[in-house]
């Protein structure tokens, strides 16, 4: 009978010990996803800006309104995995790596387009102060051939 006991007791022992162990690893996914959903929350609202200024420009590529429509493609994408983790009990780390590796992309193609963008706006500058250069040798040679 004590043998019984002593087993029934390390089962209970090994039961509380798996317990701890899902509930150590339950607080470290939802640590996770909290970091996850703050990251997106940041990268929508960038995106938002970006998207904002790009199509605030008079003549903007035609190759930023496709990039800006893929970004967001993989936003919504990655919306319907983080719903996808948040409906599971459990997440596996392929899929959190997954995540990471993804909101890493979107960050360095968000970076990429606020690139574009402050480049765009120096090409446009540049572009306006030749053009009044233009205008001034005009009238100038005007004012010569009068």
Do not use: F, W
Not at 5 to 23: F, I, M, N, P, Q
Not at 73 to 99: A, H, I, M, N, Y
């Amino acid at each position: 009978m004590s043998d019984i006991t002593s087993k029934v007791e390390s089962l209970l022992s090994k039961c509380d010990t798996y317990g701890s162990t899902l509930a150590a690893q339950e607080q470290n996914v939802q640590k996770v996803k909290t970091g996850l959903e703050q990251e997106m929350e940041a990268l929508k609202s960038s995106l938002g800006e970006l998207q904002a200024s790009i199509g605030s420009l008079p003549d903007a590529p035609t190759k930023s309104a496709s990039e800006d429509s893929n970004l967001g493609q993989q936003v919504k994408d990655l919306e319907d995995r983080l719903s996808t983790l948040e409906g599971g009990s459990s997440v596996k780390p392929e899929q959190l790596q997954s995540l990471q590796s993804m909101v890493a992309g979107l960050e360095a193609k968000a970076a990429k387009l606020e690139g574009h963008d402050q480049a765009i706006a120096t090409l446009q500058t540049a572009l306006e102060e030749t053009t009044r250069t233009l205008a001034g040798l005009s009238k100038a040679k005007d004012k010569k051939v009068k």
